[in-house]
Nanobody, 122 residues
C-alpha cells in the first residue's frame, strides 16, 4: 500500500502562484508514476498532469499546459505541482494519485490522496 498526503493548497488571487506537494509513504521502495487531478463542487473529477516514475515523461491537460509544472523528488518520495498564473476556473480540490505507470495514473490510479483545496478569486 502507498499513502499519499497533499499539502500547499490555499486561497489566492487570480494571477498568483501556488506549489502543491504530495508526500508518499508506505511501499515506496520503488518509485511510482504520479499525477494530479482536481474536482470542483458540482463538477466531475478531471485530469491535470502526470509524471513518470523517474520524472522523464510528463503530460498535462490542455487547460493547464504552459501554466502548471509537475515534478518529483524520488529521494524524498515527494511529488509537486507548481501552479502559475492561476485563474478562478482552477479552483477545486487537488488530489494526488499514483500508479505503476502514467497510463494507469491518468485512467485508473491505484492510489489516491485526500486532496488539498485551492481557491482562486478574481
Amino acid at each position: 500500500q502507498v499513502q499519499l498526503v497533499e499539502s500547499g493548497g490555499g486561497s489566492v488571487q487570480a494571477g498568483d502562484s501556488l506549489r502543491l506537494s504530495c508526500a508518499a509513504s508506505g511501499r515506496t521502495n520503488r518509485p511510482y508514476a504520479m499525477g494530479w487531478f482536481r474536482q470542483d463542487v458540482g463538477k466531475e473529477r478531471e485530469f491535470v498532469a502526470t509524471i513518470s516514475s523517474h520524472g522523464s515523461i510528463t503530460s498535462y491537460a490542455d487547460s493547464v499546459k504552459d501554466r502548471f509544472t509537475i515534478s518529483r523528488n524520488n529521494a524524498e518520495n515527494t511529488g509537486y505541482l507548481q501552479m502559475n498564473s492561476l485563474k478562478p476556473e482552477d479552483t477545486g480540490v487537488y488530489i494526488c494519485a499514483a500508479g505503476v505507470n502514467t497510463a494507469e495514473v491518468a485512467s485508473a490510479p491505484a492510489y489516491w490522496g485526500r486532496g488539498t483545496q485551492v481557491t482562486v478569486s478574481s
